[in-house]
Every structure is written in C-alpha cells, then in structure tokens.
C-alpha cells in the first residue's frame, strides 16, 4: 500500500532525475553535441532528449524553468 509519504518521495527521486537529465543535456550542448550524440551518450531515447534539446537551445531558462515547461507539456500530451 502506498502512502503519501511514498508517493510524495517518489515525486521527488523523479524531479531530481529529470532535473538531472536537463542539466546534463544543458553541458552537452555547451559542448556543441547533436540530440542523437546526447542520447546515445545519455543511454536515453531521442523522444525524451529532444523537447529538453529543444527548449536548452531556444532560452537561457533555468533547469527549474526548464523543469516546469516539461513537466506542463507532459501532463498536457501524455
């Protein structure tokens, strides 16, 4: 049975892992790599790389605001 504790740290383990994976994407680019170099690298698909590809490249947003603009898309297009 799953608890709000559980559900609320699940929550968090899964924003820190995407928060990771924008952060690592953000220091890919820096590099001048391409959204097939970065998933292949990160092991991740190129569906999951390229709205955070994108949304790195066209702003200077934050990983957070970059967070938040993913995590709207996603609840609005499962």
């Given at each position: ?18 928060l990771k994976l924008i952060m690592m994407v953000q220091k ?51």
């Amino acid at each position: 049975m799953c608890t709000i504790l559980d559900a609320a740290e699940e929550r968090g383990v899964n924003r820190g892992e995407t928060l990771k994976l924008i952060m690592m994407v953000q220091k890919k680019i820096k590099k001048g790599d391409s959204i097939a170099k970065i998933a292949d690298d990160l092991v991740e698909d190129e569906i999951v790389i390229s709205p955070i590809y994108k949304m790195v490249k066209e702003s200077e947003d934050t990983e957070r605001d970059i967070y938040q603009r993913v995590t709207c898309s996603h609840h609005l297009n499962p």
